[in-house]
């Protein structure tokens, strides 16, 4: 069982890019963020003619999260995370595929801070990990799957200080990532790639593809009671450098 994330960013911009490896890299499950799409306006046709099943929680010009399933439809459990009653943005959407609970998380970016918006991202991902402690607590074989906007340590960024007053990897930001996997989740792209520098995100100025000047900011967080079956975890870099691409490239964790 092939479970991916991808922040896509913009869905219908980018259909084509991930129909392609839809078809190239055929996952199980998939994990999608930055839709930038309404629920309306969600392709779902398209990704139905493609083969997969699909639950999604939109939202217009920002945000949005999907879970799509290879010959299934994913079982909708949840499309907020739970805490605060007024938070409308989509986030967060959770569902059962084959007997895993699976989310596909976008938290927030948290920039400029200090800030409202870095108050809010630390807000967020500690709503984040009470909530996966109450998953965890339920027994239940769960996938924390998509972008967390956190580079969790220095070996998960380019060598450089550019980035240092950034929220990506902002000491607060590394802590609330350190809390919320604990001893309770598996980091899978750490377990089998413990000392490489793998990244997931090249942003688009100053030629930081071509630089390899990328940062590690998907994230698949395994639970505990899934470590017997854990197979393989990688990046599907190659993506991320064809015409029209996303800034993030496809990561996966493989399920025995």
């Known amino acids: 069982m092939k479970i991916a994330t991808f922040n896509v ?10 129909l392609e490896w839809l078809e190239e890299a055929r996952p199980d499950v998939v994990c ?6 309404t629920d309306r306006d969600f392709p779902a046709e398209a990704i139905d003619k493609a083969g997969y099943g699909a639950v999604w929680k939109g939202q217009k010009t920002w945000n949005g999260v999907a879970i ?5 439809d994913p079982v909708l459990t949840r499309d907020r995370l739970p805490g605060d009653a007024e938070d409308q943005q989509s986030r967060y959407i959770e569902a059962a595929v084959r007997g895993v609970l699976i ?5 927030p970016n948290g920039n400029p801070q200090p800030g409202p918006k870095f108050d809010y991202k630390l807000a967020w991902l500690e709503r984040m990990h009470k909530h996966a402690t109450s998953l965890r607590k339920t ?13 969790p340590t220095d070996l998960d960024i380019y060598p450089t200080k550019s980035w240092d007053d950034d929220a990506l990897v902002h000491p ?8 919320l996997v604990g001893r309770s989740w598996i980091d899978a792209l750490r377990r089998f790639h413990p000392d490489e520098r793998i ?3 090249w942003h688009y100025k100053r030629q930081r593809w071509k630089r390899d000047a990328g940062l590690r900011l998907d994230h698949l967080l395994v639970s505990r009671n899934l470590e017997g079956r854990l197979a393989g975890a990688g990046v599907d870099r190659d993506v ?15 399920l025995r």
């Open 32 to 37: 999608l963020q930055e839709l930038k799409a």
């Open 9 to 18: 960013n913009n869905v219908n911009r980018r259909l084509a890019n991930l």
């Open 172 to 179: 607060q930001s590394r802590a609330a990532f350190r809390k």
């Open 139 to 151: 027994g239940a074989p769960v996938v924390l799957a998509g972008d967390f906007n956190v580079a």
């Open 103 to 107: 989310a596909s998380i976008y938290a």
């Open 199 to 201: 990244y997931t995100f």
């Open 240 to 254: 991320r450098g064809r015409e029209g691409a996303s800034d993030h490239a496809p990561a996966w964790v493989e």
């Open 68 to 72: 799509l399933a290879r010959d299934a």
